[in-house]
């Protein structure tokens, strides 16, 4: 299977900045590339919502709250996906994932989600 590995979290104070970065590898065989990508966030008590999401094209779309400060991007040569994150708000305080969909290896295409764990963003007042 899939595996998505998020680094990058932290504490930082309002208005600070930070890149959130997400590795895919594959248990076994290489990735050749795959689809789309996401940033996810859980905030304590809330539901999941959508951050930002790519495909492979390069065509984005990001959460009307982070428009304007997150940038999202992708490598496809090295299957990894970033989150730059600037201005950044108390309320933005959360667990961010990432996501991926349509994967293809050396041994086969998995059209299905994968998860990482998630990296914990603190933001400071």
């Known amino acids: 299977q899939v595996q998505l590995v998020e680094s990058g979290g932290g504490l930082v104070q309002a208005g600070g900045s930070l890149r959130l970065s997400c590795a895919a590898s594959a248990a076994s065989g290489s990735i050749i590339s795959v689809n789309a990508m996401g940033w996810y966030r859980q905030a304590p008590g809330k539901q999941r919502e959508l951050v930002a999401h790519i495909i492979r094209s390069g065509s984005t779309n990001y959460a009307d709250s982070v428009k304007g400060r997150f940038t999202i991007s992708r490598s496809n040569a090295k299957n990894t996906l970033y989150l730059q994150m600037n201005s950044l708000k108390p309320e933005d305080t959360a667990v961010y994932s990432c996501?991926?969909?349509?994967?293809?290896?050396?041994?086969?295409?998995?059209?299905?989600?994968?998860w990482g764990k998630g990296t914990l963003v603190t933001v400071s007042s």
């Open positions: 996501n991926a969909r349509g994967v293809a290896t050396m041994i086969g295409y998995y059209d299905q989600e994968f």
